[in-house]
Nanobody, 121 residues
């Protein structure tokens, strides 16, 4: 599965960005989708995911500020990021995986190339 992320850039603190990721999977609608991020010197962390039925879960640091959504016709997942803070600076990756028992299980073979988000104060 190939994933193409876009929408990153530089934004002042308090601003907004919307990331998009397009997947090549023919079974897109059956999978959960997630956004991860990796800041310099840090491990990759799960930011948000959305199940195939639309259940959404966010990491505490982005709750209220970020919104994940999906379009099964266009085979895209989005991440609307509002009220950005410098701590949101990272490379953001999308992933197509599985949602089960309240957890997201990434497919290690389906990472996109990442898109860089830089938030300056």
């Amino acid at each position: 599965v190939q994933l193409q992320a876009s929408g990153g850039g530089q934004v002042q603190a308090g601003g907004s960005l919307k990331l998009a990721c397009t997947a090549s999977s023919n079974a897109f609608g059956a999978y959960a989708l997630a956004w991860y991020r990796q800041a310099p010197g840090s491990q990759r962390e799960l930011v948000a995911f959305i199940s195939n039925l639309g259940t959404t879960i966010y990491t505490d640091s982005v709750k209220v500020r970020f919104t994940i959504s999906r379009d099964n016709v266009k085979k895209r997942v989005y991440l609307q990021m509002d009220s950005l803070i410098p701590e949101d600076t990272a490379v953001y990756y999308c992933n197509l995986g599985v949602y089960a028992s309240g957890d997201y299980y990434p497919n290690e073979d389906s990472w996109g190339q990442g898109t860089l988000v830089t938030v300056f104060s």
